[in-house]
């Protein structure tokens, strides 16, 4: 039993230590990664005009999208690594631009969904912005709660509802 | 105006508990708030046609569902209608006069005419002409709802009559359409889809033509929009400058003030008063979807301090009071607040939940809908009697959402 306890005070002092190392590398290498998007949200900066016509979607280029916390558009630790590889792809495909797709779960106002969705779009799109990225090739479009991947009613449905996923496409 | 008053004032008089000093003004005020008064129908002769007939029962459904009046073949009724309805060579002719029966006053002599396909409309209007003469108070009948359904597997918008009859379906888009608003004379229709650019944008339909122009398709969201009682501005929500904020745009898109600039919240849903000075609209600044009011000219928002852990979804009746959702033990339900005292009254109370709400023209009904088991319909609330009945039929299949009811400013001059 004091076994077990001292084991699990051990994980808990670990993952403090990993997560706090975790924080400081960030803050010295990518300091504009870590501010935008995590904690303002926006870059405060204008969205670009959008791409007119039809757009030469690349369907074949697949990203796995970010995940949210309930009612929030903060880009978790765990998902930052999604974003830096399509920061990486990006800076390797010049010619290629991204639409961030903000969604939500279903639970509360759809009128309030869409402008939610569209502050993680948002927030995704400054994270990219922070990393590098030229924000004029980022586009950002809200689905609200109308494009679930998951059309169950519980949490596991929810929370893979609650996403920004990205759609390439040829500039 | 002053009918709205009293009958805003009904809303809140009708929870004494709540509301002790409302409930002093009770009498002075009329003593027929709230209350059923008996309507003696049967001096209204009706022709044993169809449309004769059909005529007599829409006038029927719509007195009873006003919610003033409980309908008699005779005895002793507070009031008296007299009248005929006939229908001759595909047209219909109907003339009323309705009386106080105890001291014969007259408070209503007028006819209708037209041809038999619009007799549901004509006697939605006798049937409004009746609610305003006998109680002081507008109508509903005549208002067209218009919401978004989903039976054929895309949200599109309908059409139908504030008795749920003549649904139809308005867009055929393919695409997603989202939050029909009425602009105030009820031949335009606003709302969100993602027609033809795929991204979120404003449309504008006028009903009678058919035309359809976009509004706003700028970079982002453009969402929300809602007419300003003059007709001449909407507010909208669009995030192109960066983030998803309120703003006001001239009804022909080229004047478009910032009203709000919360680089870390979201706004939405906004609404205007009936004065047009203000907009309520929600921001989740304080870490929950909440309520705040700001001038039609900007400033700084004021919080509605309301309880409930969300609060979404406003809808600013002419009759002053503002219709919201409210998350209040893990269900939404409806609620109305006063916006100049705070005080809130919840209307819905089952284990439902309630959502989107939006007043009718007479300022005592709410269209809303009403989620349970995962199945969304409108549904008709009642403030004063507490009444819930669904809008469309049973047999109506699909889920329905977001309604909006027209006239909602007609009747405040």
Redesign the interface.
Known sequence: MTGKHLYSVLIVMLVCALAMTGCRSRKGGRVSGDNIGG????????????MEGDLNILTSVKYDAVMFDY?S?QIRESERPKMEAVADYLKNNRDVGVIIEGNCDER?????N???G??R??AARAYLVGLGIDGANV??????E?KPVNPG?DESAWSVNRRAEFVFFKR | MKFYFSAALAVFISLPAFFPAAQAQRVVVSKSLGEVSFLDLSGLRTGGDAAASGFRMVLESDLTRSGWFNLTGGGRAEFTVLGSIEAEGGRISASCEAYRTMTRERCLSESYRGGAHEARALAHRMADDIVRALTGHPGMAASKIVMVGSRTGK?ELYLCDADGAGLRQLTRDNA?S??PRWSPDGRQIVY?SYYR????DIFLVTLASGERRCLA?????N??ASFAPGGRELSL?L??????DLYVMDARGDRITRLTAT???????PSWSPDGNEIVF?S?SP???QLFITGRDGGAPRRLAIGGA?N??PDWGANGYIAY?S?IGGQ?QVCVVNPATGETRQISRDDANY??PAWAPDGRHIFCVRRQG?HSRIFIIDTLSSSCISLLAETEKGDW??PDCSGKYKNAK
């Open positions: 904690e303002i949200g926006s870059d405060g900066s204008s969205l670009p005009t959008r009612d558009a509360g106002s759809s009128e309030y869409l402008a939610l569209e502050r779009a948002i586009q950002t479009k809200s689905y609200g109308e009613h | 949200k997603i989202l939050a969100t650019t795929q991204f979120p398709n700028f970079p982002g969201l969402s929300s929500i995030s192109k400058d960066g983030n998803p680089k870390r919240a979201a706004e939405a849903c929600v989740d870490g929950t979807p969300q979404v979804d959702s998350l939404f959502e989107d995962y959402y977001s």
